[in-house]
């Protein structure tokens, strides 16, 4: 809030600024210098105030009658009808474009963090001893501040929120985060159920070595025998 009333008034400033060189209705554009950055950091939830702030004091200070929010001519009417439209379409969209870019961002780091999973599941190492460095770096990806992946079904002895990691029915393992900071339910639905695959791929490699080490050792007491 703090930030759009500065931008609103820096704007303000330099509309004043320039009155004296240029029409006074043209000049109501450069609010739009102070609507852009808020919807762009902040989004439409504060663009919209600023944007609302920026034509009221562009009517309370530069239409006539001045240092009031009536308007004298009809014209002025419709050219602060005009820049609160425009302001509040292009907030919206660079609100949009920002959000756009961010869940690009969050894809990205969901696709490295499940290469980076694969790779250390796949790469022989013991499933137990990976969970702990998954879960941190899953917490990473789901934005809270930590998770922990236990395998099977929920235990219930976790007061942190539990979310199961199933494939096709099957339950690979169960994750905690915090009940305070649950994370984005698009993330989770798009996030969880790949890193469920990986750890079922995984269980099946540990199944496997288990099955043929085993199978191994009975060959060879026969051998003996």
Do not use: C
Request: hydrophobic content about 50%; overall charge negative.
């Amino acid at each position: 809030l703090f930030s759009a009333a500065v931008a609103v008034t820096a704007a303000t400033l330099l509309v004043w600024a320039l009155e004296p060189v240029a029409p006074t209705l043209s000049l109501g554009v450069l609010y739009m210098f102070a609507v852009l950055p808020v919807a762009v950091l902040w989004g439409v939830r504060w663009s919209l105030p600023a944007a609302i702030a920026s034509m009221s004091a562009f009517n309370f200070f530069f239409l006539p009658p001045l240092h009031t929010f009536t308007l004298r001519e009809s014209g002025n009417w419709f050219a602060l009808t005009a820049y609160s439209a425009t302001a509040v379409v292009v907030s919206e969209l660079a609100a949009r474009a920002r959000r756009r870019a961010d869940d690009a961002e969050q894809r990205e780091r969901e696709a490295s963090l499940l290469a980076e999973v694969a790779a250390h599941l796949l790469g022989g190492g013991d499933l137990d001893t990976e969970l702990e460095w998954v879960g941190g770096r899953a917490a990473e990806v789901l934005g809270v501040d930590r998770a922990e992946i236990e395998l099977g079904a929920p235990t219930g002895r976790h007061r942190d929120a539990p979310d199961r990691l199933e494939v096709e029915g099957r339950v690979i393992g169960t994750i905690y985060t915090p009940v305070a900071s649950q994370p984005n339910l698009a993330v989770r639905k798009r996030f969880l159920p790949a890193l469920a695959a990986l750890l079922g791929v995984a269980l099946d490699r540990s199944r496997l070595e288990q099955e043929a080490l085993e199978a191994e050792t009975l060959r060879r007491s026969d051998l003996v025998k």
